[in-house]
């Protein structure tokens, strides 16, 4: 902006010079008689001229001082911005150092635990096959031992036990057995356990 203002200034003066010389001329033009007078006009002229022209270069000198003080003001904060900077890229590369060590270990700690949950995956599944043949055996012993009994008797039990085991035992017993069971039950009760037989198989 200042150069601006600065060639706007110095246009305005030259301008002004010359509408003086012009103005001058017309006078000389107008009083040649007055020469005297005019002499001393175009001197006041020639002085005018002068001093414009050392302001001009005064104006010209402080926007040069200006501007390399801006210059110098600029450089120094970029370089002040770049000095930060550096300061946290060395920061940030310290921290990347310390914390490379704590990486390795959280890594290491991960691989464990990825092995141990597989582990104990592998065991559960193992807990969960034994189970379900503890789970088979029982059935079996009671498919054997309602097999054995009275149909009567064994449907007078069975009466007293939940309907999930009942349907698990009577699945598992041979088609006679568990038909003379149902036979001796109360009809509401072989109807339900019938409609759970067939949903089981």
Do not use: C, W
């Not at 301008?15 to 107008?30: D, Q």
Request: aromatic share 2%; no cysteine; hydrophobic share 45%.
């Amino acid at each position: 902006m200042r150069p601006k203002f600065l060639l706007v200034t110095l246009l305005f003066l030259i301008m002004l010079l010359a509408a003086k010389i012009v103005v001058s001329g017309l006078y000389l033009h107008f009083n040649t008689l007055k020469l005297p007078e005019t002499k001393i006009a175009m001197a006041e002229e020639g002085s005018t001229k002068q001093a414009a022209a050392k302001e001009a270069n005064i104006t010209q000198a402080d926007s040069r001082q200006s501007a390399a003080a801006d210059i110098t003001v600029t450089t120094a904060s970029l370089k002040k911005k770049e000095q930060e900077l550096k300061e946290r890229e060395a920061a940030v590369l310290k921290k990347e150092q310390e914390l490379a060590p704590l990486q390795a270990e959280v890594d290491a700690k991960i691989e464990q635990l990825n092995e141990l949950q597989t582990t104990l995956t592998a065991m559960a599944k193992q807990i969960a096959e034994k189970e379900q043949t503890l789970q088979d055996e029982k059935i079996n012993h009671l498919v054997t031992l309602y097999s054995n009994m009275d149909a009567a008797k064994a449907a007078k039990i069975m009466d007293k036990l939940s309907l999930d085991i009942v349907v698990k035992i009577l699945a598992n017993m041979k088609g006679k057995a568990a038909g003379q069971i149902l036979a001796a039950m109360s009809a509401d009760k072989g109807a339900i356990i019938s409609e759970s037989l067939s949903k089981a198989e």
